[in-house]
């Protein structure tokens, strides 16, 4: 259950801007002739927020059926991790493209082909029989998700104006959170009751009701300045050249670090973003990423601490899910109950931060969040074989979750405090690319660390004390991930994201 937990705060924190630039966005939309009948608001949002639930779901949702999938899938540890990558590496690569598709062609469009997208690619992850299919239906699903998410906010700030417009967002926000909170646990029930397989086929009641919804209500609206160019070949590069590092990643698994095989991956994905960088400062036209932005130190700021701790807490997900069924023999139902107190703590840890932020600033929450993650974490590193749940991995797991609560509202206030309004929704955008992508890499590293420490453990020791022993190091270089992030927040001005006094 990664972090759009938290998007309740952070749509809080980034409001004040946003909604600014989002107002003086709207006013560029023109609708187009349409037949379709006048809506009422709560029609158009329940449109909107359907599609955000499903988006933010699929991150979440697999976590807790990943041992049974792997086992039918004949998935390695190391390797499940892939039925994660996948998805959030297209999502990455290709959330900023969608932003600017909703722009270019129209909201209802764009919206529709997304979402056809994205339960196409459920049908087709239910129906997988081997892991390679899984692997390239999720891939699709990260592709639909990335176009589909921006739509829906999209659709929210082109329909609502003035006071009703952060109602809107705060009911969206609440729904991407409830998303991910529910997440683990639906992914237990459904796995543990059923099958596996219904952790996708979920996907398509909600997709027809909000396809044949937004068929009928839904106006089509576009940027009446927006140029029609897109930079597919810097989504291409980005996302192909990632996948090509981590899965040099993975590979060392299998063929070591200095093998061939390997070193072709790693210098093939270093090729590809040098290109990238290439493209995107010398060559594109309309760049999926502006690097002006980044001439904004709370913003390179903010984006490099993004990164470091999404990477820390999205992986943290992934290895307690291992941990719960394999060594202390949950089934999966008790395991999506046993990460209900975690979805609890980060929901209020955001709300504690989003209300306290404008009174202390960004950094100071910067700095308690990464303290408790740092701990939260070396206490984690600190499990045997024989810890339990409520002596050793409830407390400690709820303070990294109250930590990931505390620290993405303040990321969020820092990417856009700095930056011109016009640029703060292109600002967000970046921020959650940056986590996403950090989630991508330190799994991927994690994973393959875990994997041999624990074959290098099984010499000595038994299979159930190896695997713990892998789980330890993934945490403990988790706790270096954050305290690493600790530091680098000491960078950001005192004054970032606190309220002016009159």
């Known amino acids: 259950m990664p972090t759009p937990v938290v998007a309740v705060g952070v749509a809080k924190a980034t409001l004040g801007p946003y909604t600014r630039s989002m107002s003086e966005k709207t006013k560029r939309f023109k609708k187009a002739k349409s037949p379709h009948r006048h809506a009422p608001d709560w029609i158009i949002l329940a449109i909107a927020c359907i599609a955000q639930f499903m988006v933010v779901l699929d991150v979440s949702i697999v976590n807790v059926a990943l041992p049974r999938m792997g086992r039918d899938l004949h998935f390695t540890v190391s390797s499940a991790q892939w039925v994660v990558n996948a998805y959030v590496l297209t999502f990455a690569g290709f959330l900023l493209l969608g932003g600017r598709a909703a722009d270019i062609f129209g909201r209802r469009r764009v919206y529709l082909t997304g979402l056809f997208i994205f339960s196409l690619a459920s049908i087709g992850a239910g129906f997988a029989a081997t892991g390679t299919q899984m692997v390239a239906v999720r891939a699709m699903q990260g592709l639909g998700g990335a176009i589909l998410s921006p739509a829906t906010l999209t659709i929210i ?81 980005v996302t192909g050249s990632l ?98 107190p975690m979805a609890i703590s980060i929901i209020a840890g955001a709300q504690i931060s989003s209300r306290i932020l404008a009174r202390t600033g960004v950094r100071p929450l910067l700095l308690v969040g990464a303290t408790f ?89 038994s299979a159930a004390s190896a695997l713990v022993a892998g789980y330890q190091r993934a945490f403990q270089i988790s706790a270096v991930i954050t305290l690493l992030a600790l530091a680098i927040s000491f960078t950001l001005p005192g004054h970032t994201g606190r309220a002016a006094k009159h």
């Open 373 to 461: 993650a740092t701990l939260g974490f070396l206490w984690l590193s600190m499990i045997k074989v024989e810890s339990s749940y409520w002596g050793s991995i409830l407390a400690p797991s709820m303070i990294c979750a109250f930590a990931m609560g505390l620290l993405f509202s303040p990321l969020a206030m820092a990417a856009t405090s700095g930056v011109d309004r016009a640029d703060a929704g292109l600002a967000s955008g970046v921020l959650n690319t940056a986590r996403q992508v950090g989630g991508s890499l330190s799994l991927a590293i994690l994973g393959t660390v875990a994997a041999d420490r624990t074959v290098a453990a099984m010499r000595t020791g």
């Open 157 to 237: 700030v082109t329909t609502f104006h003035g006071a009703r417009l952060p109602k809107a967002i705060g009911a969206w926000s609440a729904v991407a959170g409830a998303g991910g909170a529910v997440g683990g646990l639906l992914g237990g029930l459904l796995t543990g009751w059923a099958t596996w397989r219904w952790v996708f086929f979920i996907n398509v009641p909600f997709g027809i009701v909000a396809a044949i919804v937004a068929a009928m209500y839904l106006r089509e609206m576009r940027n009446r300045d927006a140029a029609v160019k897109l930079d597919i070949t810097g989504a291409v590069l």
């Open 243 to 340: 996948a090509a590092l981590i899965y040099g990643v993975v590979n060392t698994t299998t063929a070591g670090w200095t093998s061939t095989t390997t070193l072709e991956w790693f210098i093939g994905g270093a090729v590809g973003l040098v290109a990238f960088l290439f493209w995107e400062a010398a060559i594109a036209s309309h760049p999926l990423v502006p690097f002006r932005i980044f001439r904004s130190r709370p913003l390179s700021t903010a984006n490099v601490v993004m990164f470091l701790v999404g990477g820390a807490f999205f992986a943290m997900w992934y290895f307690l899910t291992f941990y719960y069924q394999h060594l202390l023999g949950y089934g999966p139902v008790k395991a999506g109950f046993a990460f209900l």
